[in-house]
């Protein structure tokens, strides 16, 4: 159920730059779109810089060109240090997929998160209760998206991978754009809500979008999937063909019949 392929750091020389429209280019033979990484200057022969972040925006199959959406890097912030202005040009090195070999499970009971994260051996899972840390410290016993990037930016978690109806979403961290999905037909008799954890509650803040309790499991990740998902066709016809709780869905996608 889940693949190896996420376990690969990607390097690949930025190729073309168009700073005004916060894009840039590689040449390469595969990449998903939704993959998230950030574009690296060389100073000298063993050091480096990050200059931005980026997400893939699409890829070409015939020229195999990939395009890079830009976007500014602050997972590492630290005001106390200082930093150059370097701008990316042609040559800089664009590394996707870093922190891969670490994901997070959202799994509605206990059996099916020991199932699923047994299945691979080379992935670092990060355990619910961490999350639930968060969570419990942000009080959103609901999880929202700015949540699952928290996640990322204190444990480096690069993939996030949802069980919902009997299928398990693989998800880049950053950009919560689905990398795949995967028929995983598990037995699921109870449902914890958020997710599998054992914290025994979390924290709730007075007011504000999150600060309620998740009340139904399936209809809220499937939300949080289609807002960055909405042209994702495989996602599209899983929920038109899903239950009827989920249909209200439809009208988020940018996508006609």
Request: aromatic share 12%; proline share 4%.
């Amino acid at each position: 159920m889940v693949s190896g392929l996420f376990a690969s750091l990607v390097r690949s020389p930025i190729v073309s730059v168009d700073l005004k429209n916060d894009i840039a280019t590689i040449s390469i033979d595969k990449i998903d779109v939704g993959m998230s990484g950030f574009i690296t200057h060389k100073l000298a022969d063993d050091h480096s810089t990050i200059l931005k972040a980026i997400v893939v925006e699409s890829f070409d199959v015939e020229s195999k060109v990939a395009t890079l959406k830009i976007s500014e890097f602050n997972d590492l912030r630290q005001s106390a240090l200082p930093y150059g202005k370097w701008e990316v040009s042609v040559g800089d090195t664009a590394v996707l997929a870093f922190g891969y070999t670490r994901g997070f499970l959202v799994a509605p009971s206990e059996e099916i998160y020991h199932r699923v994260t047994k299945a691979s051996t080379h992935i670092q899972w990060i355990h619910p209760d961490i999350f639930a840390t968060i969570l419990s410290f942000e009080g959103h016993p609901t999880p929202l998206k700015e949540d699952f990037v928290k996640l990322n930016k204190a444990t480096s978690v690069g993939i996030l991978f949802l069980y919902l109806d009997k299928r398990l979403f693989t998800v880049d961290a950053k950009s919560f754009k689905i990398l795949s999905i995967s028929d995983a037909p598990l037995v699921q008799d109870t449902v914890i809500l958020p997710f599998y954890m054992r914290v025994e509650e979390i924290e709730e803040a007075w007011w504000g979008e999150g600060s309620d309790p998740l009340e139904d499991y399936e209809p809220h990740y499937y939300s949080l999937l289609v807002e960055f998902n909405s042209k994702n066709k495989k996602l599209f016809n899983i929920i038109k063909n899903g239950d009827e709780k989920l249909q209200f869905l439809l009208d988020e996608f940018e996508i006609k019949e």
